[in-house]
């Protein structure tokens, strides 16, 4: 190359003016066109600098060409750019002296080559220099980027594509919005949404329900329901008919907002346009029904479709079973698995893990065993939310020994345990009073690289105080930021001083001095009235009068506003009514002086009057026994033995730890000996004939299939109650119908009646707290209304004291 652009340069020595120029253009050309691109590029930088764009053009041209077929996109990118800022550095009035068609065979390069960035910066160039780029250009960029999921450089090209009105593929803008649903910018998310709403602006004969049901999700997720509701009025307005996705949307948008009366009034709008109805929307409707805490509105709509024929579905009733498990029915979970297996619809493994976590909930672990047996006959395999809700349920009753099982089986089987499991097993530990475990279980958890958290410390700091390590707590806290990059936040300096408030004695101190010395750092933003508060009521509980005084001094005044950096006191008021009440019962004459103290800060009257009131109070009553000594001080109850938070604890019997250890299995649906097998933590499937089939779900399927013709027509399951909505057509039931017959030692009810209009759901006038655990039988049959077909054969009436299993 350097050979050529010598002998080029001795060529052009022969030459002056605009002949020389010329014969340099014309070399460059031919350097180009023969491969030697690095020459032409050296001779058009030298030599051409002051020519006209129009006589380079083909120059630069054939070097752009040179440098993509030997695909040095690089060098035709630095080309491109310096072109632009040669032109823009000559007062910004001489044009780029690379020709558009160049450009744009660069632009579709480097968009095949995933060079999304310069691509940009190309167009960017271009728009600026007022060379736009057609449609095709543009959006084949934005495809592009698109199909590379570069959604940023995409979003920067619509936005170019727009502000100089040209027209994009609606195709492209619909999956660029939908992009916005996986991101947590919030910044981002709306630069996205005024795009989307300039597309449907300005393209309002192309936009179509797939964009309107992109920007309709988003809006839901982010919760703008304003924006949502003006965006369903825009879509009226430029005529696009919502589908059945559209009503999907927007009532899992509701739900997420916790509006029942929208999700009610598009479900109504769904029946009356007889549009949508199908178990995807219905799904949706019952999620936001359940997400708002209205699971008898879940159940009333769930009994319509029951009427309809569109029940048998899993998501339906695995969504159901969620809402029961939020309310701990578990007798109601139980019959919804009943009806499943009745109805041939098939569980998967979140019905399943649904199951399993309302008897969690609920404190039955027996029936859970059940659940994981026929979840292993079914060939579904347990999953880690499984052996976490599992591990969550032992936790709650401190049982280590099954919890640390399945912790080991779920190893075994390749599963890997996470930090919500991880804390689950500790929370167990510290509950058992099992040290040795728990702190186990973290050092595994650090040889598993799971990064421990605020809440895994917190956890933490009860296990030693349950052990009566209160130094050890202390020390692990400071530790936390030194030794294992975790800053303690307030949740773990909120752990500690509740620990310390039921402890007592030197603890409190150490509270106390802890607290002053984060009042003393100002970069430690953890200070709130929570903390300040949990240690003052603590002083004042333990009659540590003169510490919870200096305290009150400390940060009810100017040094709080100092150090909180806000106008605003740190100790909350019940704090300061505890202190005055517990100055007045040990007779304390200060009492007037925390008065006094209160009135020199931002307190009102009312409040100071309190705060006397409390003292006067005190001084009524007199000293309490709880507060006499902090040796007698006795807080949390341990199930295996004495710990400084339960001293008075005492240690097991042989017969609690046998009872303690007894089966799973509950006692009314065996018939033999079944035990839980030690070295399996769960109902495996070499174990399942430990249980026998008395007790088995598909024993159970004959007694429910009885009374499920009643279950039928009312939608009712166990404890659970189905009221109406306002507009669902649910009435009282008619009086042809007669009354039950009153049962022995129940209370009267009104009868029964079910609804005349078809295809509607049935709503209980009032209801006896009768047993759930019952059997129905026969009575006598139901007269169908004139013209309508017989809803219900014969009326049946509860029977007390029959088992359901």
């Given at each position: 190359?350097?050979?050529?652009?010598?002998?080029?340069?001795?060529?052009?020595?022969?030459?002056?003016?605009?002949?020389?120029?010329?014969?340099?253009?014309?070399?460059?050309?031919?350097?180009?066109?023969?491969?030697?691109?690095?020459?032409?590029?050296?001779?058009?930088?030298?030599?051409?600098?002051?020519?006209?764009?129009?006589?380079?053009?083909?120059?630069?041209?054939?070097?752009?060409?040179?440098?993509?077929?030997?695909?040095?996109?690089?060098?035709?990118?630095?080309?491109?750019?310096?072109?632009?800022?040669?032109?823009?550095?000559?007062?910004?009035?001489?044009?780029?002296?690379?020709?558009?068609?160049?450009?744009?065979?660069?632009?579709?390069?480097?968009?095949?080559?995933?060079?999304?960035?310069?691509?940009?910066?190309?167009?960017?160039?271009?728009?600026?220099?007022?060379?736009?780029?057609?449609?095709?250009?543009?959006?084949?960029?934005?495809?592009?980027?698109?199909?590379?999921?570069?959604?940023?450089?995409?979003?920067?090209?619509?936005?170019?594509?727009?502000?100089?009105?040209?027209?994009?593929?609606?195709?492209?803008?619909?999956?660029?919005?939908?992009?916005?649903?996986?991101?947590?910018?919030?910044?981002?998310?709306?630069?996205?949404?005024?795009?989307?709403?300039?597309?449907?602006?300005?393209?309002?004969?192309?936009?179509?329900?797939?964009?309107?049901?992109?920007?309709?999700?988003?809006?839901?997720?982010?919760?703008?329901?304003?924006?949502?509701?003006?965006?369903?009025?825009?879509?009226?307005?430029?005529?696009?008919?919502?589908?059945?996705?559209?009503?999907?949307?927007?009532?899992?948008?509701?739900?997420?907002?916790?509006?029942?009366?929208?999700?009610?009034?598009?479900?109504?709008?769904?029946?009356?346009?007889?549009?949508?109805?199908?178990?995807?929307?219905?799904?949706?409707?019952?999620?936001?029904?359940?997400?708002?805490?209205?699971?008898?509105?879940?159940?009333?709509?769930?009994?319509?479709?029951?009427?309809?024929?569109?029940?048998?579905?899993?998501?339906l009733y695995a969504t159901l079973i969620k809402g029961l498990a939020k309310v701990r029915n578990l007798m109601g979970a139980v019959h919804l698995y009943a009806e499943m297996r009745m109805e041939a619809v098939p569980c998967n493994l979140v019905t399943f893990n649904s199951l399993i976590d309302v008897c969690v909930r609920c404190g039955d672990l027996q029936t859970a065993a059940l659940f994981v047996k026929d979840m292993i006959e079914v060939g579904i395999e347990p999953d880690l939310i499984t052996f976490s809700t599992l591990i969550k349920g032992y936790s709650h009753i401190g049982d280590v020994n099954k919890a640390l099982a399945l912790k080991n089986q779920l190893m075994l089987r390749g599963l890997k345990c996470d930090e919500i499991m991880y804390n689950?097993?500790?929370?167990?530990?510290?509950?058992?009073?099992?040290?040795?475990?728990?702190?186990?279980?973290?050092?595994?958890?650090?040889?598993?690289?799971?990064?421990?958290?605020?809440?895994?410390?917190?956890?933490?700091?009860?296990?030693?105080?349950?052990?009566?390590?209160?130094?050890?707590?202390?020390?692990?806290?400071?530790?936390?930021?030194?030794?294992?990059?975790?800053?303690?936040?307030?949740?773990?300096?909120?752990?500690?001083?509740?620990?310390?408030?039921?402890?007592?004695?030197?603890?409190?101190?150490?509270?106390?001095?802890?607290?002053?010395?984060?009042?003393?750092?100002?970069?430690?933003?953890?200070?709130?009235?929570?903390?300040?508060?949990?240690?003052?009521?603590?002083?004042?509980?333990?009659?540590?009068?003169?510490?919870?005084?200096?305290?009150?001094?400390?940060?009810?005044?100017?040094?709080?506003?100092?150090?909180?950096?806000?106008?605003?006191?740190?100790?909350?008021?019940?704090?300061?009514?505890?202190?005055?009440?517990?100055?007045?019962?040990?007779?304390?004459?200060?009492?007037?002086?925390?008065?006094?103290?209160?009135?020199?800060?931002?307190?009102?009257?009312?409040?100071?009057?309190?705060?006397?009131?409390?003292?006067?109070?005190?001084?009524?009553?007199?000293?309490?026994?709880?507060?006499?000594?902090?040796?007698?001080?006795?807080?949390?109850?341990?199930?295996?033995?004495?710990?400084?938070?339960?001293?008075?604890?005492?240690?097991?019997?042989?017969?609690?730890?046998?009872?303690?250890?007894?089966?799973?299995?509950?006692?009314?649906?065996?018939?033999?000996?079944?035990?839980?097998?030690?070295?399996?933590?769960?109902?495996?499937?070499?174990?399942?004939?430990?249980?026998?089939?008395?007790?088995?779900?598909?024993?159970?399927?004959?007694?429910?299939?009885?009374?499920?013709?009643?279950?039928?027509?009312?939608?009712?399951?166990?404890?659970?109650?189905?009221?109406?909505?306002?507009?669902?057509?649910?009435?009282?039931?008619?009086?042809?119908?007669?009354?039950?017959?009153?049962?022995?030692?129940?209370?009267?009810?009104?009868?029964?009646?079910?609804?005349?209009?078809?295809?509607?759901?049935?709503?209980?006038?009032?209801?006896?707290?009768?047993?759930?655990?019952?059997?129905?039988?026969?009575?006598?049959?139901?007269?169908?209304?004139?013209?309508?077909?017989?809803?219900?054969?014969?009326?049946?009436?509860?029977?007390?004291?029959?088992?359901?299993?």
């Amino acid at each position: 190359a350097q050979a050529s652009f010598s002998q080029v340069k001795i060529g052009l020595g022969k030459h002056s003016g605009g002949a020389m120029v010329e014969e340099a253009v014309h070399c460059a050309l031919s350097l180009a066109q023969g491969g030697d691109t690095d020459a032409a590029a050296e001779l058009l930088r030298c030599e051409c600098q002051a020519a006209p764009a129009a006589t380079v053009a083909p120059a630069y041209q054939a070097l752009i060409e040179a440098y993509l077929r030997e695909e040095r996109l690089d060098s035709a990118f630095e080309v491109v750019m310096r072109g632009y800022s040669e032109a823009g550095g000559a007062g910004g009035d001489s044009a780029c002296v690379v020709p558009v068609g160049s450009q744009e065979a660069l632009l579709r390069a480097m968009s095949h080559a995933q060079q999304h960035r310069r691509a940009v910066e190309v167009l960017r160039a271009m728009c600026n220099a007022g060379l736009i780029p057609g449609d095709t250009i543009f959006n084949g960029v934005v495809d592009a980027s698109v199909r590379s999921r570069a959604y940023s450089e995409a979003w920067d090209v619509l936005e170019l594509l727009l502000s100089h009105r040209r027209r994009a593929d609606k195709y492209f803008v619909s999956i660029l919005t939908k992009s916005l649903e996986s991101s947590s910018d919030r910044r981002w998310v709306r630069r996205g949404i005024t795009l989307v709403d300039q597309f449907i602006e300005r393209q309002q004969d192309d936009v179509d329900e797939i964009v309107f049901n992109s920007l309709l999700n988003v809006l839901g997720q982010i919760g703008d329901m304003q924006k949502l509701a003006q965006t369903l009025a825009k879509m009226a307005e430029y005529r696009v008919a919502p589908s059945a996705v559209t009503y999907g949307t927007v009532v899992k948008a509701y739900g997420r907002a916790r509006d029942i009366e929208a999700v009610l009034k598009v479900w109504q709008e769904m029946r009356s346009r007889c549009l949508g109805v199908n178990p995807v929307t219905c799904g949706c409707v019952l999620d936001a029904c359940v997400k708002c805490g209205h699971l008898d509105k879940a159940m009333a709509i769930f009994q319509e479709m029951r009427l309809s024929g569109l029940h048998r579905n899993t998501v339906l009733y695995a969504t159901l079973i969620k809402g029961l498990a939020k309310v701990r029915n578990l007798m109601g979970a139980v019959h919804l698995y009943a009806e499943m297996r009745m109805e041939a619809v098939p569980c998967n493994l979140v019905t399943f893990n649904s199951l399993i976590d309302v008897c969690v909930r609920c404190g039955d672990l027996q029936t859970a065993a059940l659940f994981v047996k026929d979840m292993i006959e079914v060939g579904i395999e347990p999953d880690l939310i499984t052996f976490s809700t599992l591990i969550k349920g032992y936790s709650h009753i401190g049982d280590v020994n099954k919890a640390l099982a399945l912790k080991n089986q779920l190893m075994l089987r390749g599963l890997k345990c996470d930090e919500i499991m991880y804390n689950s097993l500790i929370d167990c530990c510290a509950k058992a009073n099992s040290l040795q475990h728990g702190l186990s279980v973290f050092d595994d958890m650090l040889r598993s690289r799971v990064a421990p958290s605020n809440i895994t410390f917190s956890i933490l700091v009860k296990l030693h105080f349950e052990a009566g390590l209160v130094d050890e707590a202390f020390l692990l806290v400071e530790k936390m930021l030194s030794v294992y990059q975790c800053p303690p936040s307030r949740i773990v300096y909120t752990v500690l001083f509740r620990c310390c408030e039921k402890v007592g004695g030197p603890a409190l101190g150490r509270a106390a001095a802890l607290l002053e010395d984060l009042a003393r750092k100002r970069s430690a933003k953890v200070l709130d009235q929570v903390l300040v508060g949990t240690v003052v009521t603590a002083c004042a509980r333990h009659a540590k009068l003169d510490m919870a005084m200096r305290l009150v001094q400390n940060f009810a005044g100017a040094c709080a506003r100092r150090s909180s950096g806000s106008g605003s006191n740190l100790v909350p008021f019940d704090s300061l009514r505890a202190l005055g009440e517990a100055l007045g019962a040990h007779r304390d004459e200060r009492g007037e002086e925390l008065i006094e103290l209160l009135q020199a800060s931002a307190y009102s009257a009312a409040q100071l009057a309190q705060v006397r009131a409390a003292y006067a109070e005190g001084l009524r009553l007199g000293p309490r026994s709880s507060t006499a000594s902090d040796d007698k001080e006795v807080v949390a109850e341990s199930p295996q033995g004495p710990s400084v938070l339960n001293p008075a604890a005492a240690p097991c019997s042989e017969e609690h730890v046998q009872a303690h250890e007894a089966p799973l299995a509950p006692e009314s649906r065996t018939t033999g000996d079944c035990h839980w097998p030690a070295q399996h933590p769960y109902m495996a499937e070499a174990d399942c004939q430990a249980y026998s089939n008395d007790f088995c779900m598909n024993a159970y399927l004959p007694a429910f299939q009885q009374q499920h013709l009643m279950q039928q027509q009312m939608g009712y399951y166990g404890e659970f109650n189905l009221w109406g909505y306002s507009g669902s057509g649910l009435e009282d039931f008619p009086s042809e119908l007669a009354a039950a017959p009153a049962a022995t030692e129940a209370p009267e009810t009104e009868p029964l009646r079910y609804v005349g209009k078809e295809n509607a759901a049935p709503a209980p006038v009032k209801r006896m707290k009768e047993n759930r655990d019952e059997n129905v039988e026969p009575a006598a049959p139901l007269k169908p209304r004139p013209g309508q077909a017989p809803k219900l054969a014969e009326k049946r009436q509860l029977r007390p004291g029959a088992r359901l299993i």
